[in-house]
Nanobody, 113 residues
Framework: QVALVESGGGLVQPGGSLTLSCVTS????????MNWYRQPPGKERALVAT??????SYVNSVQDRFIISKDDTKKTVYLQINNAKPEDTGVYYC????????WGRGTQVIVSS
């Protein structure tokens, strides 16, 4: 059974940094592409970053500020948020790319002074 457990969220000031973690189990993590999603308050959940075997990709709004990475030994995917902006506020979720896994609980990020 696939499990996705996100953590690391919290309150961060504009311009600050935060690193989110997603510990996974139940599948071959080393072979999986992984996504991070963000759900702002009152809005739909949307993809923000993807990491595959070869490269990572980002939506324009987070390009050059977010860094997605994987640690296959820990079966964990990370999302480093740099130069945080108020519009980065939301609940962040991870999920396998191409699979319809159940969502985890997410981790909330609030960017505010």
């Amino acid at each position: 059974q696939v499990a996705l457990v996100e953590s690391g969220g919290g309150l961060v000031q504009p311009g600050g940094s935060l690193t989110l973690s997603c510990v996974t189990s139940g599948f071959a993590f080393e072979n999986a592409d992984m996504n991070w999603y963000r759900q702002p308050p009152g809005k739909e959940r949307a993809l923000v970053a993807t990491i595959g075997r070869i490269q990572a990709s980002y939506v324009n709004s987070v390009q050059d500020r977010f860094i997605i990475s994987k640690d296959d030994t820990k079966k964990t995917v990370y999302l480093q948020i740099n130069n945080a902006k108020p519009e980065d506020t939301g609940v962040y979720y991870c999920r396998r790319r191409f699979f319809d896994d159940a969502w985890g609980r997410g981790t909330q990020v609030i960017v505010s002074s």
